[in-house]
């Protein structure tokens, strides 16, 4: 759900910067890079498809360095 809000932020902030978008290049890069996410977050919503959410995939990145992290600091 968090993730749902951090990208509907993100989408509010680019409608409203748009004109700003259209004329840099740097920020048209930006756009499209936070865009992909919001699509497929967009497309899983909408449509109630049980699709991967982005903290399954930061779980999948590090979840496993996570856990020897923690394994290190608990006391036996």
Same mark, same amino acid.
């Given at each position: 759900?968090?993730? %749902?809000?951090?990208?509907?932020?993100?989408?509010? &902030? $680019?409608? &409203?910067?748009?004109?700003? *978008? %259209?004329?840099?290049? %740097?920020? %048209?890069? *930006? /756009? !499209?890079? $936070? #865009?992909?996410?919001?699509?497929? !977050? !967009? /497309? #899983?919503?909408?449509?109630?498809?049980? $699709?991967?959410?982005?903290?399954? &995939? &930061?779980?999948?990145?590090?979840?496993? $360095?996570?856990?020897?992290?923690? #394994?290190? !600091?608990?006391?036996?």
């Amino acid at each position: 759900m968090t993730e %749902k809000i951090i990208i509907l932020f993100i989408i509010a &902030f $680019l409608y &409203f910067d748009f004109r700003a *978008i %259209k004329q840099d290049k %740097k920020l %048209k890069r *930006i /756009y !499209l890079v $936070l #865009s992909i996410p919001a699509v497929y !977050l !967009l /497309y #899983s919503f909408v449509f109630g498809k049980n $699709l991967p959410n982005l903290d399954e &995939f &930061f779980y999948f990145i590090f979840g496993p $360095l996570a856990e020897i992290v923690i #394994s290190w !600091l608990k006391v036996k």
